[in-house]
């Protein structure tokens, strides 16, 4: 389409009804694409791996939603479907220089190597009770209801000690908070209670705390700072929206890969090759986050032959950045688990902003694949690949459903 300013946009479909095409039509673009968010927000994309690294350590480039232009200027509505990935509250997500330096230091101390390491034999337990509980028969099953949905959820709730009781209501609100589709109406209202479930769950760590995250956030301290009430909450909810749908999308596709992809199934099931470079090449072909929002120029910044005006919106379309020829090579768009450089892309993004959540979504799935085909090795998909639908979530390549038979 072409707007009021003459540039022509590439309108991202809010249906998700072919992502592949869309990611390839960004990339023919060039490194930076003039797009459309639903909802006709005009923003850039960058669609090129290298570029986008650049970019990603610009500090042209920032997350304070008050450099835009067109927030400024009121042409964004608070009730946008998508104002809860741009405008989240104060935590690491969106803020920059020093303070991110001191945010993140906090987060840090909660979120230790260690801490995540071990979790390692509880994500083992969910998953062989997760596994028990599948049907012993050869019917069809949704594995993501059954098994891709509820491991992380149930991680992330152990993990920041949130009562597992919510977790049904969580579901409802972040599929809310993620949709293109949420009515107007509904905008404010799921922000709201996100926030004071989060809230609710760092009063009680205060007046209890535990051998959890939150716990772990509310006692973080760096030369006597220590991060407010506000920005614990914001980085709860970022840490459950980044850490349970990444992790949920990256088992359905690297189930949907393997299963359309029988060579390289064998190859893992023989040992030929190892469970982490499915991870990696599932990550990179077909990146749980397809579009990350939002980062706001404070000057003209050029890229390639065109130019983020100041005040103007970028977007980072993993997507697109997954099968760039310039960083993986003319075999970009095959799906190869035997590819030399596994760990090349930056689907967890890369600089200041990498996720810290990366370690943990990568042992999940390293921990539930295995032993999900240890049980079921015949697992395949009990309808065409092509017949899988997209939910309507532009920053996430997330299906409505994975229907397998477990038995072949």
């Not at 028969?137 to 992330?156: H, Q, R, S």
């Not at 990350?292 to 065109?306: C, H, N, S």
Request: hydrophobic fraction near 45%.
């Amino acid at each position: 389409m072409t707007t009021g300013t003459g540039i022509s946009r590439i309108a991202l479909d809010p249906f998700v009804t072919d992502l592949d095409g869309e990611s390839a039509a960004l990339r023919a673009a060039g490194p930076l694409a003039a797009v459309e968010l639903p909802g006709g927000v005009p923003v850039w994309a960058v669609t090129r791996h290298a570029e986008a690294k650049a970019l990603l350590t610009d500090p042209r480039l920032v997350k304070d939603i008050n450099v835009w232009g067109a927030w400024r200027r009121g042409e964004i509505p608070a009730d946008w479907p998508l104002i809860g990935l741009a405008n989240p509250g104060r935590s690491m997500l969106t803020v920059d220089g020093p303070d991110h330096r001191r945010m993140r230091t906090l987060v840090a101390q909660a979120l230790t190597p260690r801490r995540v390491e071990l979790m390692r034999e509880r994500i083992g337990k969910l998953t062989q009770d997760l596994l028990d509980a599948l049907p012993a028969d050869t019917g069809v099953i949704d594995l993501k209801a059954a098994f891709a949905y509820p491991l992380p959820m149930y991680v992330v709730a152990e993990l920041m000690g949130i009562d597992e009781a919510l977790l049904p209501r969580l579901k409802m609100l972040f599929e809310k908070f993620f949709s293109t589709q949420t009515p107007p109406a509904e905008v404010i209202a799921t922000l709201t209670e996100l926030a004071g479930m989060m809230a609710a769950t760092v009063a009680a760590k205060r007046a209890e705390p535990g051998d959890d995250l939150t716990s772990a956030l509310i006692l973080a301290s760096a030369d006597g700072d220590h991060l407010t009430d506000e920005e614990i909450v914001a980085t709860l909810q970022l840490m459950i929206a980044a850490g349970h749908e990444t992790t949920i999308s990256l088992i359905v596709n690297a189930v949907v890969n393997l299963s359309t992809h029988p060579d390289q199934r064998e190859l893992v099931l023989s040992g030929q090759a190892d469970w982490s470079a499915v991870v990696e090449e599932t990550l990179r072909w077909s990146t749980p986050t397809s579009h990350v929002l939002i980062r706001f120029a404070t000057e003209d910044v050029p890229v390639g032959d065109k130019v983020i005006p100041a005040g103007d919106a970028l977007i980072v379309s993993y997507g697109a950045l997954g099968r760039d020829e310039e960083a993986h090579g003319p075999s970009a768009g095959e799906f190869d688990i035997t590819r030399e450089i596994q760990n090349r892309h930056i689907s967890f993004g890369h600089g200041p902003h990498v996720c810290p959540g990366a370690a943990l979504s990568r042992l999940e799935a390293g921990v539930a694949l295995p032993a999900l085909y240890d049980r079921f090795p015949h697992l395949d998909l009990a309808v065409p690949a092509a017949e899988l639908r997209h939910k309507p979530v532009v920053t996430q390549n997330d299906l409505f459903e994975l229907p397998v038979r477990l038995n072949g």
